[in-house]
């Protein structure tokens, strides 16, 4: 250990900090078991933490001086400290010796901070994490020898077993909901005399899932990032089982397995995820890890009705269409406008891409530009008269627009078809977006077709513009050809591909990016503008690979 590291948890212990706990001459309670954890964690952040940094987004918090009751679990920061699954990058940098002296040092502190009260950390959401990443690194925080310290650790830990079982069902529906009845099956299934909680956690899951997953798999809240740890939380569940010896029921095995297939259909080439629902693609090597470590395999989801995002994908060339209505309120607090939008890699090249967002970590974009990154325009589809095809009010919650999608698709020798309407535009304007894509099977051309045409007896009254925009991504250069009508898509990861259109003028225009760290990147966007009457209209594109 270097002079450095042991500096700061020399001060993070000062005090005699662990001997301030309850003392106990025995230990009541022990773990029955210690779940495996598979998947890898990130050595640079462990690195980190051993330095004395933790760092989440944006932001870093000094841990030689470090409170978790300063801290809080309000902001995002906070939540990543109480919840712990940290441990899984502190054991990715240094072993057990090194690793425990630091660990039980920041355990003890949040023990001196909430385990003597019910608060704020004692949210079910963040208990459920907690238990989940405690017992799977019980090695890192019950080495000391002070009786003391693993005493309060484990009653508190049985403490707040017996808390969430009371109040799993107050979380917040979706992800927090599932997260906290799978810490109450975790804690059943590895706390002496748990084995009575299992089969509540067990229903109280089955109710969360139902309540939360669609049948296909995806959560409601359609979010990939999400969805990346709805299949980590189902992960450390599984371990658990096998742990302990017994069998995880089918219904969540089977939940834990589409939920993947559901992750597997948002990713890209590069093997990160397409950016939706004010997320962006994340660290390709932390989901490759996740991938890797689950314990689970899947196919990707290419047709999903509730998750929503349609998959084609042929010899390397990968598109994901947005084709379903934004998720409800309730489910996702930055919901985006962003009916219809595709991605289109080819190989690890990512070509057309959404502006994303700053997902779930904290981050310096302000408030304006993150509302802006919601808006339909931000997207890679169609804009009418440049308003979103689903509201976005003045209070950051959604109003009217997309309530229904038809999908019809099709494969065939020569390649696969998918077409969907929405009607987002119809209310206001009269008019429905139809979007055709065809993705022949050798990979090398995708054609598109957008389509406007009236529905119902509003119309309007002379003609309205519409501006289809295909953003590039940042490393991905866009060259107008000579009569206007076509670009050259040039990238350092794939071949150059040439884009066509039909029957509208194409411009190039400015355009940024929140890449996987939530940093926005300049870049540019191809835009096909002009107007449509009250009859309506419709656009031909091409995507077509040079070689």
């Given at each position: 250990m270097?002079a450095?590291?042991g ?5 993070l212990?000062?005090?005699t ?8 001459k ?6 029955a078991a ?14 980190a933490?051993l330095?004395?940094?933790?760092t ?5 918090v ?13 902001s995002?920061?906070g ?7 940290w ?5 990715a ?5 090194k ?6 040092a920041?355990v003890g502190r ?9 608060d704020?950390?004692?949210?079910p ?12 690194y ?5 080495s ?12 508190t ?7 969430l ?5 107050k979380a917040?529906?979706g ?5 906290a ?6 804690a059943g ?6 084995m009575?909680?299992?089969?509540r956690?067990e229903?109280g899951?089955a ?14 809240s359609?979010s ?6 709805f299949?980590d939380?189902?992960g450390?569940l ?6 302990a010896?017994q069998?995880?029921p ?6 834990a397995?589409?939920?993947?297939a559901?992750l597997?259909?948002?990713?890209m080439?590069d093997?990160a ?7 962006n ?5 932390s ?6 470590g ?5 196919r990707?989801?290419r ?9 084609l994908?042929a ?13 409800p309120?309730r489910?996702?607090l ?19 891409v ?8 904290p ?5 304006e ?6 808006t339909t325009a931000a997207h890679?589809?169609?804009v ?14 959604l109003?009217?627009g997309?309530?229904d999608?038809?999908i019809?698709?099709s494969?065939d ?7 969907a309407t929405?009607?987002?535009y ?9 979007r ?21 007896r ?8 519409y ?13 107008v050809t ?15 591909w ?5 029957g ?7 355009s940024?990016?929140?890449d ?21 209209g ?10």
């Amino acid at each position: 250990m270097n002079a450095a590291t042991g500096d700061v948890i020399g001060k993070l212990a000062r005090g005699t900090l662990l001997s301030r706990m309850m003392s106990a001459k025995k230990e009541p309670l022990r773990l029955a078991a210690v779940p495996r954890d598979h998947v890898a964690g990130d050595r640079a952040r462990g690195d980190a933490l051993l330095a004395g940094r933790f760092t989440y987004g944006a932001e870093t918090v000094d841990l030689a001086e470090f409170d978790f009751a300063s801290v809080g679990a309000d902001s995002s920061v906070g939540v990543a400290l109480q919840g712990f699954s940290w441990l899984r990058d502190l054991a990715a940098s240094t072993g057990r010796d090194k690793g425990a002296r630091l660990a039980e040092a920041l355990v003890g502190r949040w023990l001196l901070a909430h385990g003597t009260r019910v608060d704020e950390a004692w949210r079910p959401a963040l208990w459920g994490e907690r238990i989940l990443f405690w017992t799977a690194y019980a090695p890192y925080i019950l080495s000391s020898r002070d009786a003391g310290y693993r005493s309060a650790l484990l009653n508190t830990l049985a403490r707040g077993a017996r808390h969430l079982d009371a109040t799993a069902d107050k979380a917040p529906p979706g992800l927090q909901r599932i997260t906290a009845w799978a810490g109450v099956i975790v804690a059943g299934l590895l706390i002496q005399g748990g084995m009575g909680r299992v089969a509540r956690g067990e229903a109280g899951l089955a109710r969360a899932l139902a309540s939360a997953q669609f049948d296909d798999g995806g959560l409601m809240s359609r979010s990939p990032a999400e969805q990346a740890l709805f299949v980590d939380r189902m992960g450390l569940l599984r371990s658990t089982y096998f742990a302990a010896k017994q069998t995880i029921p089918d219904n969540l095995e089977g939940a834990a397995v589409a939920g993947l297939a559901a992750l597997h259909g948002v990713t890209m080439g590069d093997g990160a995820l397409s950016s939706w629902q004010g997320g962006n693609a994340g660290d390709v090597q932390s989901l490759t890890a996740l991938i890797d470590g689950c314990g689970l395999r899947a196919r990707p989801l290419r047709q999903a009705r509730g998750w929503g995002y349609q998959r084609l994908s042929a010899l390397g060339t990968i598109v994901v269409l947005d084709a379903a209505p934004p998720p409800p309120s309730r489910f996702a607090l930055r919901a985006c406008a962003s009916t219809l939008a595709i991605e289109v890699s080819d190989g690890a090249q990512r070509l057309i891409v959404n502006c994303g967002g700053p997902g779930t970590l904290p981050t310096t974009l302000s408030d304006e530009l993150i509302a802006a990154l919601r808006t339909t325009a931000a997207h890679s589809t169609l804009v009418l008269d440049d308003t979103n095809s689903t509201a976005i009010l003045a209070d950051g919650s959604l109003g009217k627009g997309v309530t229904d999608i038809a999908i019809n698709r099709s494969e065939d020798n020569d390649s696969s078809r998918v077409e969907a309407t929405h009607d987002g535009y119809l209310k206001g304007f009269g008019l429905l977006h139809q979007r055709t894509l065809i993705l022949g099977n050798d990979g090398k051309e995708l054609r598109g077709l957008d389509r406007i045409t009236a529905k119902g007896r509003r119309k309007i009254r002379d003609a309205a513009a519409y501006a289809i925009r295909f953003h590039l991504a940042p490393d991905v250069e866009g060259t107008v050809t000579a009569d206007g009508m076509g670009a050259i898509l040039r990238s350092p990861g794939a071949p150059p591909w040439n884009f066509r259109c039909r029957g509208a003028m194409l411009t190039v225009e400015e355009s940024l990016v929140i890449d996987g760290q939530g940093t926005p990147r300049q870049t540019s966007q191809l835009a096909v503008v002009g107007e449509v009457s009250a009859l309506g209209g419709e656009i031909a594109w091409q995507l077509r690979r040079s070689s």
